[in-house]
């Protein structure tokens, strides 16, 4: 659809030079310069230091999923399952295979994570009190990842408060999978035409931030843009 992805490129820094935003960016050791009209901040566990670069500052921390997956095993769960008030989550592939996910890994570094051995075993006999068919399969593989939380568990989507053409779309606290495909609709339909048709009020960066009397109104101040 015209898109050009990039692929293992860190972004170093960004900024705006009046005209559009300049993020200086790093693939393979080679310096790699990316110039857009509108910038969307979607670096999950890492939004904050582009949100930062624009005075836009949230208190977004890190969390580690610990995840596993079993062997393949014929069809029996046709559903996304969770336990309201539980640590546990799961879902069959088509595989066969069953994923599950509950209680919290470690971090290994800023980029990495992985499981913890308390987190499965945890994990396992919930897993089989709740799903019997579970009971004598193997677990093959276990994983973690680093995911973006703010204090009130809700994600921030829309238009910064300090810099036009700057839109946010972090913090998703481990459910990002889930709204991924509205949040999108939304951003996308920021940047064609300024506007949402989801409000997105109660998901703006400025409820953590002082009260602006020069904040920007993307919303009302916003031309038609077309996408090349």
């Not at 238009?159 to 609709?185: D, K, R």
């Not at 960066?205 to 020069?214: A, E, M």
């Amino acid at each position: 659809a015209g898109a050009t992805v990039i692929e293992r490129c860190e972004v170093m820094q960004v900024g705006h030079d009046g005209r559009d935003f300049v993020a200086e960016a790093r693939q393979g050791g080679e310096p790699l310069q990316v110039r857009a009209e509108v910038l969307i901040n979607c670096a999950g566990a890492w939004a904050n230091r582009v949100a930062q670069s624009f005075g836009e500052t949230v208190p977004l921390t890190s969390g580690h999923p610990s995840m596993v997956v079993t062997e393949p095993i014929p069809h029996f769960l046709p559903w996304s399952l969770g336990v309201e008030g539980g640590s546990i989550y799961c879902r069959q592939v088509a595989r066969g295979n069953v994923v599950l996910g509950g209680g919290r890994g470690y971090e290994q570094d800023e980029l990495r994570a992985r499981a913890s051995h308390d987190s499965i075993l945890g994990l396992l006999p919930q897993a089989a009190a709740l799903l019997p068919a579970l009971r004598h399969v193997h677990i093959i593989r276990s994983w973690s990842g680093v995911e973006g939380y703010l204090p009130d568990h809700h994600p921030v989507i829309g238009p910064s408060t300090t810099q036009l053409g700057l839109l946010h779309g972090f913090g998703f606290c481990g459910a990002g999978f889930q709204i991924g495909p509205a949040a999108g609709e939304a951003l996308a339909e920021l940047v064609l035409h300024g506007r949402s048709t989801i409000a997105l009020d109660a998901f703006s960066i400025g409820r953590f931030l002082p009260p602006r009397s020069d904040a920007v109104d993307l919303l009302s101040s916003h031309p038609e843009r077309k996408i090349s």
